[in-house]
């Protein structure tokens, strides 16, 4: 099937503002699907709320878009009902890790067979540019007019911590490397994060003075180095992008499975 | 020689004006300079002799706005 058989044509172009890497985001997560040549009927997206959480109405899979924070939590109850489907949830960084922050380090420590990608531009754009929980510390934000104090989360040691089974990183920037990302992390078996630094040019990049898509791009490019690079050990500042954590560990679907087995048997 | 034969050798680049926004991530990245924006913002393929087929402009557009096709 070709890339544009998996979009809702009739909802483009999109709502996203020029340059926003959330339309890179899924750009490569067509291409992701497409290189595992799986059918639409196969595949059920699941988001929230937020600039990142519109994706799921330009696909067409199967989709829901549900409420702030809680995309991981419906998941996981359509995964439960219907083990043989790939859940694919994309969230922002907001909606994963502040509203949805206990349903996200839950979903990794059950290790249930879903695939999450944190967009992550730093930023509520949708509601105008507010500081969120991956802002960091010095970010200029509508909420912090003389800049945050906040530290932010790193989402590949959250996920680790928390028991994701897969976890990676990559940005807009490197696109070739974002789509073969997302397909491993479509088919590994068991929770799998996927963190992708994308621009908000409207709210980060102006208010931080960071230039447009482009400028933003460039600094993902010039910020971030393959994991265990020599570079990185140079300069500890740069941001690791590759695959962080592939392990093999009891999938929830599959445990519970053997659960219903034991309790049919009776006594 | 056999090698220039395997790669794959643009037919047109397929810009979608409608969908476009003139990001201009396309122009800024394409390894070739082979692509610009017109004075309505929409990007159009200037120099698309200078074309390798890369794709990297459709795979970074964000607006799903570009599609290289080849022979």
Known sequence: MAVKDF?????????????????????????????????????VMVSGIGCSSRISGYLDFHT?????????????GVKLSRPELNLIVPMGDGDALAIGGNHFIHAARRNIDITAIVMNNRIYGMTGGQF?????????????????????????????????TFVARSTTYHVQQLTKL????????????????????????????????????????????????????????????GIFVQKDLPEYCKAYDQVIERAQKGK | ????????????????????????????????????????DKAVAARPEDCIACKLCELRCPDLAIDIITE
């Not at chain 1, 980060?204 to 447009?212: D, E, L």
């Not at chain 2, 050798?9 to 070739?32: Q, S, T």
């Open chain 1, 7 to 43: 979009i809702r044509e009739r909802f483009f172009p999109h709502i996203w503002c020029a340059g926003c890497g959330h339309g890179i985001v899924l750009n490569s997560l067509l291409r992701a699907v497409e290189s595992l040549g799986m059918s639409k009927n196969e595949i």
């Open chain 1, 64 to 76: 829901l878009h549900t409420i702030h924070g809680r995309a991981l939590a419906f998941a996981t």
């Open chain 1, 132 to 164: 969120s929980p991956l802002s960091g510390c010095g970010i200029m934000a509508t909420t912090a007019p003389y800049a945050t104090v906040d530290q932010g989360f790193d989402v590949v040691e959250l996920s680790r911590a928390a028991g994701a």
């Open chain 1, 182 to 241: 997302l397909r491993e992390a479509i088919l590994h078996e068991g929770f799998s994060v996927v963190e992708v630094l994308t621009q908000c040019p409207t709210y980060f990049g102006r208010r931080n003075k960071q230039g447009g898509a482009v400028e933003m791009m460039n600094w993902f490019k010039d910020h971030t180095t393959p994991v265990g690079s020599k570079a990185k050990a140079e300069n500890p500042d740069l941001i690791e992008r």
């Open chain 2, 1 to 40: 020689m056999v090698e220039a034969q395997n790669k794959p050798k643009l037919k047109e680049h397929r810009i979608n004006r409608a969908w476009c926004k003139g990001c201009g991530i396309c122009v800024a990245f394409c390894p070739k300079n082979v692509l610009e924006l017109d004075e309505t």
